[in-house]
Nanobody, 129 residues
Framework: QVQLVESGGGLVQAGGSLRLSCALSGRTSSTYRMGWFRQAPGKEREFVAAARRSISWTYTYYGDSVEGRFTISRDNVKITVYLQMNSLKPEDTAVYYC????????????????????WGQGTQITVSS
């Protein structure tokens, strides 16, 4: 059974940094995608970042609002994905979700939550001004 367990959320001041972790268990395929999405109250789920592994290569992708500030990385041994968030802004406040999809061999729909099959429980990030 696939499980995604997130950790690292919390409260931070604007300009600060946080790192989220998402540990994956129950998955053994060598090609997959893992992503981060966020959802603020009253808004749609927004793509934040993703990484996909196709054979031995890892590719990364970012949403426009976070590129240059956030970094996604993966530990393929621990099968954990991280989201390093720097220069946080109040508009980054949301519940952050990690997700796993099977389409590791393609970037198609990498920012579309419908292409992900499993989701974590979400972790709250609050950035104060």
């Amino acid at each position: 059974q696939v499980q995604l367990v997130e950790s690292g959320g919390g409260l931070v001041q604007a300009g600060g940094s946080l790192r989220l972790s998402c540990a994956l268990s129950g998955r053994t395929s060598s090609t997959y995608r893992m992503g981060w999405f966020r959802q603020a109250p009253g808004k749609e789920r927004e793509f934040v970042a993703a990484a996909r592994r196709s054979i031995s290569w890892t590719y990364t992708y970012y949403g426009d609002s976070v590129e240059g500030r956030f970094t996604i990385s993966r530990d393929n041994v621990k099968i954990t994905v991280y989201l390093q968030m720097n220069s946080l802004k109040p508009e980054d406040t949301a519940v952050y979700y990690c997700a796993l999809g099977s389409l590791g061999g393609s970037s198609q729909g990498i920012g579309d939550p419908r292409t992900y099959d499993y989701w974590g429980q979400g972790t709250q990030i609050t950035v104060s001004s």
